[in-house]
């Protein structure tokens, strides 16, 4: 039997090896607890430490900007909220291809604290309209708060975030950025691209599920988010995951090492299976931006209708092949995500999203091609 392919990298990666090494260590010898002031509390402590020096580094951070949370989620959600209930935002301006943890907790502030909320429409390949972004800001001074994701998690276009950084400097707005899918992919300058909040999860860079980080900018002074025992420099109560927390910072920097050489290979089969889904399938198109600003490891494929389409991601995992739909399911009824929504996408094709690590092979990416030309012309 030919070994399972796992083309869903977007939703989640495997762990590096050496990241597994790492946890499984601390987690065997490194038990203690880093609030403790004895040996072994502070061997934990240190721990931490290193690990916040590593991911600050990665993103042109201070030491005291970054903190450890249980997801980009959290993360999100503890920026996108506080902004509002501490920082004295009244408006957000947001795209509406944005994930669920962004749009959900502007829907809450929305109806929680009658907070404006105005979304930025999306051209065709999912890029906001950055022209209406500086329009909205200059014809109203209220304090507002924008947040647009670097890298879109389902199609892949991604927004120049330097160029709104440049538009929220100045105008005085605060900048919330989900860098979820492209940290340790992409360099990202939390300076040059004048960020207020960021958003990181270790499992989408080959870490371990269950650990993020925020970045916070030392001029936005928020409250804690969580309380109770004041870790995390009292901005988040709770025992930290010391191996979650090394296993990040590891995985980053490995990533972060490696960024072009990974970068290049990825292309490589992304540009591969392109090609070969166009010469062996017809009527085929992509979604999100194809030629500029898209991120090399996600490829949103629209397939035309037919008896068939609505099987392909069910055949091909009993294929041995995992890739992503790009469907929400309720009640037992597909229809298309928010994002494949956003951008018009028509409903009567299937849009499935391939997405690519550094530990896929051009092997894989031929046998997926070939059980898809098989799936697609095959007749029911």
Request: negative net charge; aromatic residues 6%.
């Amino acid at each position: 039997m030919e070994p399972r392919i796992y083309l869903d990298n977007a939703s989640t990666t495997p762990v590096l090896p050496e990241v597994v090494d790492l946890m499984a260590d601390i987690l065997r010898n490194d038990f203690g607890n880093p609030s403790s002031i004895h040996q072994h509390g502070r061997k934990a402590r240190a721990i931490i430490e290193n690990a916040r020096r590593k991911v600050a580094r990665s993103v042109n951070a201070s030491l005291g900007e970054i903190f450890f949370t249980s997801s980009a989620t959290e993360a999100s959600n503890m920026s996108i909220k506080n902004a509002v209930t501490a920082l004295g935002v009244k408006r957000i301006i947001y795209s509406s291809i944005e994930h669920h943890c962004v749009l959900h907790s502007v829907g809450y502030l929305q109806h929680a604290y009658d907070t404006e909320s105005i979304p930025l429409t999306t051209d065709p390949l999912g890029s906001p309209d950055l022209q209406l972004l500086e329009q909205l800001l200059d014809e109203d001074d209220k304090k507002t708060l924008v947040c647009l994701m670097h890298g879109n998690n389902e199609i892949g276009t991604m927004t120049d975030i330097v160029e709104v950084g440049q538009i929220c400097r100045k105008y005085g707005a605060l900048f919330h950025c989900d860098a979820v899918q492209t940290l340790g992919k992409y360099k990202i300058d939390v300076q040059a691209a004048n960020i207020s909040f960021l958003s990181g999860s270790a499992h989408k860079f080959h870490g371990p599920k269950g650990t993020g980080f925020v970045y916070i900018n030392n001029q936005n002074i928020i409250p804690p988010y969580i309380h109770g025992g004041s870790q995390e420099r009292n901005m988040r109560s709770g025992t930290e995951n010391v191996a979650g927390i090394a296993g990040l910072a590891l995985a980053l920097e490995r990533a972060s090492e490696n960024m072009l050489s990974h970068y290049n290979h990825i292309l490589v089969l992304r540009n591969e299976f392109k090609s070969l889904l166009l010469t062996n399938i017809s009527g085929l198109s992509f979604n999100g931006n194809q030629d500029e600003h898209f991120m090399a490891h996600v490829l949103s494929v629209s397939f035309p209708p037919g008896p068939r389409a609505d099987l392909l991601v069910m055949n091909l995992d009993i294929a041995g092949i995992s890739a992503s739909s790009g469907s929400a399911c309720s009640s037992g009824v597909e229809e298309d995500s928010h994002v494949l929504k956003a951008i018009g996408h028509p409903p009567d094709r299937k849009a499935i999203r391939f997405s690519f690590s550094p530990f896929n092979t051009r092997e894989e990416i031929r046998r997926t091609a070939d059980t898809l030309k098989d799936l697609c012309s095959h007749k029911p």
